[in-house]
């Protein structure tokens, strides 16, 4: 199917703000000169991560459901060249930000044991709860994810196009976002296996996994029951989002996913929104040149702070930068996104389309053969 340009740039925002929230943190360079609202806002970045799961989650279903007509589950052949796809698009930009990672590391003498970087390199770091937040996997911890969501995704579908009633998608659609919520306030009682929920929640993918079937589903309203949101209701519900997080939600408690009750179906009527009113005057200027870039690069601008992030970490703790250096946020800004300019048009296209076209040609000669 077509692009939706609008959500597009809306990858970008969501990347921006995590990469705000995590110049923000109290042990860098917190940006205690915005308005306290603002700072309430921000503390919350960790959200934008819930908006990429669900938009990926959406896009997925939108550009595959018409291979899933009848809902059949899928052969292995189909899911080894589905992965292949996604790691084609994902893997080259993510080891690359790995090397620079080790790069870094090394040449300020912080290098980590030989297994954390294997382990990150093969996606399995995260389920290792003693270590799935250090080094590389600070950051990087939710492209694993990313890959646990694309293993199950053949599966997933075929069970959520049995729900052929737009109900039930809707009931489904609410118990992807009180799944979240209610493991989320957990977050402060009852450790699983000896640990504490704010340790599962970045050790478990399938602690996420509602956010992700949440974007299934919502593609589902939109194709195949025509489920569309007024532009001005979708707008008006984040700007009360907004709101809530910058004035009641640290009320709640838990960790990031507790907010899931309000934010899920808000990030779902506004996909629904945009896709149905791409050029609503309220959602062009998310489709401009400009916007759609920033969300093509925006996968490299999110591996680019990884190193950029590890890097500053090291120049506050052994005091070469104040943590109240207001020029940290703009200069960083600038180098992510020079680099993830160049990671995208340097690593991240090419190699893309060279992968793809040598599986076509792979492909190719074996049906020849």
């Known amino acids: 199917m077509a692009e939706i340009r609008p959500l597009t740039g809306l990858r970008f925002l969501a990347a921006l703000y995590v990469f705000i929230f995590h110049i923000d943190m109290p042990f860098r360079t917190p940006l205690t000169w915005l308005p306290t609202f603002i ?94 937040m250090q080094w590389y996997d600070s950051g990087a911890w939710s492209v694993a994810y990313e890959i646990c969501f694309y293993l199950l995704f053949p599966l997933a579908l075929p069970v959520l196009i049995r729900l052929r009633s737009r109900n039930h998608l809707m009931l489904a659609l609410i118990g992807c976002s009180a799944f979240g919520f209610g493991m989320g306030l957990l977050a ?65 408690g838990g960790i990031t996913i507790s907010q899931d009750w309000i934010v899920v179906p808000v990030i779902a009527m ?8 791409s050029d609503h005057v309220l959602f062009r200027w998310l489709g401009t040149f400009p916007m759609r870039y920033l969300g093509q690069i925006s996968y490299s601008f999110y591996i680019a702070q990884i190193p950029l992030l590890f890097l500053l970490d090291w120049l506050v703790t052994s005091h070469r930068v104040s943590n109240s ?39 190719y000669n074996q049906a020849v053969t």
């Open 325 to 363: 250096n207001v020029w940290v946020l703009p200069i960083l800004l600038f180098i992510n996104l020079i680099i993830s300019v160049l990671m995208y048009e340097i690593i991240e296209s090419p190699t893309h389309r060279w992968l793809i076209a040598w599986k076509k040609r792979h492909h």
């Open 188 to 252: 402060s009682h009852a450790p699983i296996f000896g640990l504490h929920m704010w340790k599962v929640a970045f050790s478990f993918p399938i602690i996420r996994f509602p956010e992700f079937v949440a974007g299934m589903i919502t593609a589902l309203l939109v194709t195949r029951h025509r489920w569309k949101v007024q532009p001005w209701l979708a707008v008006m519900l984040v700007v009360v989002t907004l709101l809530y997080l910058a004035s009641f939600a640290h009320r709640l």
């Open 39 to 132: 700072q309430n806002i921000l503390h919350h970045g960790r959200l934008g991560v819930t908006l990429f799961f669900v938009l990926s989650g959406f896009v997925l279903v939108y550009s595959h459901l018409n291979e899933f007509a009848s809902g059949e589950f899928k052969p292995a052949s189909y899911w080894r060249g589905f992965m292949f796809n996604r790691l084609a698009r994902i893997y080259p930009v993510f080891i690359s930000g790995l090397l620079f990672m080790a790069l870094l590391s090394t040449m300020i003498g912080l290098s980590p044991p030989p297994y954390i970087p294997l382990l990150s390199a093969t996606f399995l770091q995260i389920y290792f709860p003693s270590i799935a």
């Open 270 to 277: 506004l996909i629904s929104a945009t896709t149905a009113s």
